[in-house]
């Protein structure tokens, strides 16, 4: 079945660590997005990649890194430098930046103790 | 800039119509609609592209007026499935570019 997974479902870490967010697909879309979602504040994008190898800022981008070296990997790292990390991450995919539906993974929950 | 989404909840009972409207201040290329239920990921409903084309999927449908870049999410004969928060996605007139999605509107539909 095609579509994408994000690992782990919850994750738990300590203030200062570095955690990185799998995201994979198997649309074989070029596109892919990463989403923060807070309580009230719907989605605001963090990174996306329209292609490999190239990746853009999106609204809330501080604090956070990401990596495109294969096209059906987007991981995420959320950083020591984000203030306030906890928060639910989706990854969403499509088959370019734009008018295209965007496909979502499950979400990963981090929460920074 | 995140697009206006009203009302940001709305009851309602199985059978009931409601309109959740979600309103740009730029101008726009294309609006999405997605809905999404409580500890899942978001599902696409909709796309409207510039033109002013109404969309229709079942008992949902949409429209989108470029001149006062607002679109309109209908829901008609509610069921108890269509409960869960929906987003407009909005993408700027120039095309090809990211999506900035609004707050969200909450819908409870009851027996």
């Known amino acids: 079945d095609g579509g994408i997974t994000q690992s782990p479902k919850y994750l738990f870490r300590k203030e200062g660590q570095n955690v990185t967010l799998s995201c994979e697909q198997n649309?074989?879309?070029?596109?892919m997005y990463w989403y923060r979602q807070d309580p009230g504040q719907g989605l605001r994008l963090i990174y996306y990649?329209?292609?490999?190898?190239?990746?853009q800022k999106g609204d809330i981008a501080e604090g956070y890194s990401v990596s495109r070296e294969k096209k059906e990997s987007f991981p995420l790292t959320v950083t020591s430098a984000q203030k306030n990390p906890t928060a639910f991450y989706l990854c969403?995919?499509?088959?370019?930046?734009?008018?295209?539906?965007?496909?979502f993974g499950p979400g990963t929950r981090l929460t920074v103790l | 800039q995140q697009p206006v989404q009203s009302p940001q909840a709305v009851i309602l009972r199985e059978g009931e119509d409601a309109v959740i409207n979600c309103s740009s201040s730029?101008?726009?290329?294309?609006v999405h609609w997605y809905r999404q239920k409580h500890g899942e990921a978001p599902v696409f409903l909709m796309i409207?592209?510039?033109?002013?084309e109404q969309k229709g999927h079942e008992k949902i449908s949409a429209s989108f007026n470029e001149k006062k870049q607002q679109s309109s999410l209908y829901l008609t004969a509610s069921q108890l499935s269509y409960s869960g928060t929906y987003f407009c996605g909005t993408e700027s007139n120039t095309g090809f570019q990211k999506l900035v999605f609004g707050t969200g509107t909450r819908l409870l539909v009851s027996p």
């Open positions: 649309l074989n879309h070029d596109a």
């Open positions: 969403a995919s499509s088959w370019r930046v734009g008018n295209n539906e965007q496909f």
């Open positions: 409207l592209l510039k033109g002013g």
């Open positions: 990649s329209q292609i490999v190898n190239d990746f």
């Open positions: 730029k101008a726009l290329y294309s």
